[in-house]
C-alpha cells in the first residue's frame, strides 16, 4: 500500500492530547501546567491532611444511576456505557459498565467496600484523573476531562468542615494566581424540607411551563429542582420562590454556621438561592466557584462541590456524613494568568564537538545525574554553531562546551545562557558548582 493510501488516525472528537511545551502552541494543553497545578493541589491536600485514592476508571453502570440520579443529564445523556462480554465471552450478555462521569460516587462506593469507616471517624481523601461525559465539545468542556477533587466522609457534618475547604480551595487560587473569580454558596434543603419546597415549585411553574424552554418542561415531570438551573428562562426562573425561604429549622442553622465559618476566616462568598447543581445527591450545602474572566467562555465554573449525607445509605453502606468538590483542571489550565516554569527543561546542555567529546560526553551526563542535575545532550555530530542552536532551544540555564582542546586540558567551559558569563572548571568542579546551585 503506498504513503498516501494510508488514513491516519486522530483523536476521537472532542478529545485531546495534552502535550509537552515543545510540541504544542496551543497554551492550554501543555502538561506542564497540568504538573504545576496538580503540585499546588498535591502540597494543599498535604498541609491540609488529605490522603490520595486511585479507584478505576470504569464501574458498574449502576453505580452512578443510584448515585450521580437516573434522571440527571450526566446519567441520562452523558456516559460512555458498555455491555462486557458475558459468560463464554458472549457479546453484550455481561455486565453493563460505565467509564467514570465523576468521581463521588466511586470514592463512596471505595468507603463502603474497605469500610473505611471502621478504621476512622473521618476519611478525608483526594483524587486526580480522567471523566469522561459525551457532552457537545465547545471552549472549555471536552469528553475527556480531568478532574482534582476532594470527599471527607464520616461520623462529621461540621459546617466548619465546609469552611476548611473552601478555605484551601482560596488558598490553591491565590497560590495559582488565578484571581478573577467569585464563590456562590446555597442550601438545597434536605429530605426534609425539600419535597415542600419541590412541591411549591410545581404548583409556580405549571401555569408558566407553555411559555418554557423544552428541557424545563422535561425537568418539570423528572427533576423538578434543575429547572431553577436553565439558562435560557432565565426571566421566569428569577420569579420562582426561593429554596432559602423554605428550608426546615436545621437547614437554616447549618447554612448559618457554614456563613458564620466563613466570614470569622473573611472568605468572601455570594448567596444564590438558584444555585442547584447537576447531580442529584447532593443535601444542604452546594458550592461553586465561578470565573469572572471570559477565558472559558460560557464554561465559567472552574470548580464546584457540596454536602451529600445520604450517598453512602442509598450505595448501600452505613449512614455517613460526606462533602467534597472537583475542579476542573483543564479550565484552571485555562485560567493561569501567566507562564509558568517548565520542570522538564533541563539546567545543563552537553554541546560536544568530534567523536572523543560524544564519548566523554555520554559518561559526563550520567555523572550530572547521579548527583540531581538535569541535563540534555545530543546524539548527532554537528558543528559547534548548530550545536549551540540546539543549546539554546533546549532552554537549558547552563552550556559546557566539550572540544578536543577541552578533553586535552581537563577544563571545560561553562556556558551560563542567561548572563553570558562563562568558566573554565576541571570535572570535578563543574559537578560540584552544578549540584550546588
Ligand atoms: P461537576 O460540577 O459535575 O461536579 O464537575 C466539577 C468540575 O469539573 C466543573 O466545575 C468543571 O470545572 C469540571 N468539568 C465538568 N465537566 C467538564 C467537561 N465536560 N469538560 C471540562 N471540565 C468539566 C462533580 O463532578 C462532583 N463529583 C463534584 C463533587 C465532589 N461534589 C462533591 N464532591
Not at 219 to 235: A, F, G, S
Not at 341 to 349: A, G, N, R
Not at 359 to 378: N, P, Q, T, W, Y
Request: with cysteine.
Amino acid at each position: 500500500m503506498s504513503k498516501q493510501q494510508v488514513k491516519q488516525i486522530r483523536t476521537v472528537k472532542h478529545t485531546r492530547d495534552i502535550l509537552p511545551r515543545d510540541f504544542t502552541s496551543d497554551t492550554s494543553a501543555q502538561s506542564h501546567k497540568f504538573q504545576y497545578i496538580e503540585s499546588v493541589a498535591r502540597e494543599a491536600f498535604r498541609r491540609y491532611g488529605f490522603q490520595e485514592i486511585r479507584t478505576p476508571i470504569f464501574e458498574y453502570t449502576e453505580l452512578f444511576a443510584r448515585g450521580v440520579g437516573e434522571e440527571t443529564d450526566i446519567v441520562s445523556k452523558e456516559m460512555y456505557t458498555w455491555r462486557d462480554l458475558g459468560a463464554n465471552n458472549t457479546p453484550g450478555a455481561g455486565d453493563s459498565l460505565t467509564l467514570r462521569p465523576e468521581n463521588t460516587a466511586p470514592v463512596i462506593r471505595s468507603y463502603i467496600q474497605h469500610q473505611m469507616w471502621q478504621q476512622s471517624d473521618l476519611a478525608k481523601l483526594f483524587y486526580i484523573g480522567p471523566q469522561f461525559r459525551r457532552e457537545r465539545g465547545q471552549k472549555g468542556r471536552f469528553r475527556q476531562f480531568y478532574q482534582i477533587g476532594v470527599e471527607i466522609i464520616g461520623k462529621s457534618d461540621n459546617p466548619a468542615i465546609e469552611a476548611e475547604v473552601i478555605e484551601m480551595l482560596d488558598w490553591i487560587l491565590k497560590e495559582l494566581k488565578i484571581l478573577n473569580t467569585t464563590l456562590s454558596i446555597n442550601s438545597v434543603g434536605c429530605p426534609k424540607c425539600r419535597p415542600q419546597f419541590n412541591e411549591m415549585l410545581k404548583k409556580e411553574i405549571e401555569p408558566r411551563l407553555v411559555n418554557m424552554c423544552g428541557d424545563c418542561n422535561h425537568r418539570y415531570e423528572t427533576n423538578i429542582l434543575r429547572v431553577l438551573d436553565c439558562k435560557r428562562d432565565t426571566e421566569i426562573v428569577a420569579q420562582l420562590p426561593s429554596i432559602q425561604d423554605l428550608l426546615c429549622e436545621e437547614c437554616r442553622a447549618h447554612f448559618a454556621e457554614f456563613c458564620r465559618h466563613l466570614d470569622k476566616r473573611k472568605l468572601k462568598y455570594q448567596v444564590d438561592p438558584k444555585l442547584v447543581r447537576g447531580l442529584d445527591y447532593y443535601t444542604r450545602t452546594a458550592f461553586e466557584v465561578l470565573t469572572t474572566s471570559d477565558d472559558l467562555g460560557s464554561q465559567n465554573a472552574l470548580l464546584g462541590g457540596g454536602r451529600y449525607d445520604g450517598l453512602s445509605e442509598s450505595l448501600g453502606g452505613p449512614p455517613s456524613k460526606g462533602f467534597g468538590f472537583a475542579l476542573g483542571l483543564d479550565r484552571f489550565v485555562m485560567s493561569l494568568p501567566e507562564e509558568v516554569s517548565d520542570p522538564s527543561i533541563p539546567k545543563v546542555f552537553l554541546a560536544h564537538l568530534g567523536k572523543e567529546a560524544f564519548e566523554f560526553s555520554l559518561i559526563l551526563a550520567g555523572c550530572l545525574r547521579k548527583v540531581g542535575v538535569s541535563c540534555a545532550m545530543d546524539f548527532e555530530m554537528r558543528s559547534l554553531k548548530n550545536t549551540m542552536k540546539l543549546a539554546d532551544r533546549s532552554k537549558a540555564r547552563y552550556t559546557i562546551i566539550i572540544g578536543e582542546e577541552e578533553l586535552t586540558k581537563g577544563r571545560f567551559v561553562l556556558r551560563d545562557m542567561v548572563t553570558r558569563e562563562q568558566l573554565e572548571l576541571t570535572e570535578a568542579e563543574l559537578l560540584e558548582k552544578l549540584k550546588a546551585n
